[in-house]
């Protein structure tokens, strides 16, 4: 890389100090590639903003971790690699908590924001929340807008547009996903069953014979 993408010595705007370009952390997204402050004042701006928004500071181990190991600050553990889950984002390549404590974080987060998981995945996957749902489900009568069965909890949805159509019960939802929510294969599915359905047809009084419009085939033993 050329002294002219990444120099060799940069002023921090908050120290006002001239330093080599190893004292600042690289930032792929700036002309320079690299960040704005210097290591010491982007950690001290980083421990401000989480005194600001009431988060502890931040805790490190007093043990050293061997090499294939993670420290996990929340429980205070130092564990496998692949007891942390797999980030980009960070420098290691893995989770700053391991996974029971990163999952338990963002329940919390959930719960804290959202009120819950449900209203959370309702928000994000949809743009609605609980009360839309509600109102939505009591518009609909309480029942599945397909079948008709009572207090159906699957939200409908283009999966072209993402625009929500209505709440369906586990059977139906399933079923529109399974026909790839395609009106054709839909109707050739009714055309196939109105033409291999077996019916009962009256020949003398009180007897019946079993009849197919399809030829060839017999009816199964549920029949």
């Not at 625009?163 to 939802?173: H, K, M, Q, S, Y």
Request: positive net charge; aromatic residues 8%.
């Amino acid at each position: 890389m050329s002294d002219s993408c990444n120099p060799r010595e940069k002023q921090c705007p908050q120290c006002l100090r001239t330093l080599p370009s190893s004292e600042f952390h690289s930032n792929r997204r700036r002309p320079d590639r690299l960040a704005y402050y210097c290591k010491r004042c982007a950690a001290e701006r980083s421990e401000a903003s989480r005194r600001r928004r009431g988060i502890g500071q931040r805790r490190q181990t007093e043990v050293p971790v061997p090499a294939g190991s993670k420290w996990c600050p929340d429980c205070d553990t130092t564990k496998p690699l692949d007891a942390f889950a797999r980030t980009k984002a960070s420098s290691s390549g893995y989770h700053s908590y391991c996974k029971p404590c990163h999952n338990a974080r963002g329940q919390e987060t959930r719960k804290r924001l959202y009120g819950g998981s449900r209203e959370y995945h309702l928000r994000r996957r949809y743009g609605i929340g609980q009360l839309e749902f509600d109102g939505l489900l009591a518009a609909q009568g309480g029942v599945c807008a397909i079948c008709g069965v009572d207090d159906p909890q699957h939200l409908d949805h283009d999966h072209r547009t993402g625009e929500v159509r209505g709440i369906l019960c586990f059977n139906c939802n399933g079923g529109l996903g399974q026909f790839r929510d395609d009106p054709v294969l839909l109707a050739d599915a009714i055309a196939y069953l109105k033409g291999t359905t077996w019916q009962r047809v009256l020949i003398h009084p009180g007897v019946f014979q079993m009849c197919s419009p399809t030829r060839g085939r017999h009816p199964s033993r549920s029949s």
